[in-house]
């Protein structure tokens, strides 16, 4: 049985068309990188998140898999992430229906997303800090929309 706390990932749930923009490390830095996502429930325990960028991502990954989970225990969502460099992270991950951040503080460096969550739109940033969190760069935008 899902849990009420998991049932409201509902919202991410489905197919989505994906731009990637304003990203630090393209050339031009307006380009807009298309992509999609698929996101679906495994069994009632877990969300998993399936994204893929086309075009020219220079050193961006292409391909990524995010596992979304809960511990009841700690009152708290986790996400595992993974792409086809090989990269796994955990991320901490926050979820109130309308915002969703995900954040990790690894010693090579921190980094997190925030969106707002719309019915058919999410609209997101990457940003990463190399000095613990005091300051941080945008690495890129990121905007779903719902096919």
């Known amino acids: 049985m899902r849990s009420e706390a998991m049932a409201q990932l509902d919202a991410l749930v489905g197919r989505w068309r994906t731009t990637m923009r304003n990203a630090w490390f393209l050339q031009p830095a307006d380009q807009e990188v298309p992509g999609s996502a698929t996101v679906e429930w495994l069994s009632d325990a877990f969300v998993v998140f399936r994204w893929t960028m086309g075009g020219d991502v220079g050193p961006a990954t292409s391909e990524m898999v995010l596992v979304l989970g809960r511990s009841d225990a700690r009152d708290a969502f986790t996400a595992l992430y993974h792409d086809?460099?090989?990269?796994?992270?955990?991320?901490?991950?926050?979820?109130d229906g309308s915002r969703w951040i995900l954040s990790r503080e690894d010693p090579d460096m921190f980094q997190r997303f925030i969106a707002d969550v719309e019915r058919d739109r999410i609209a997101g940033r990457w940003e990463a800090s190399e000095d613990q969190g005091s300051t941080w760069r945008k690495d890129f935008d990121l905007t779903f929309e719902r096919s």
Not at 84 to 95: D, K, L, P, Q
């Open 84 to 95: 086809e460099r090989g990269v796994c992270r955990i991320f901490a991950m926050a979820f």
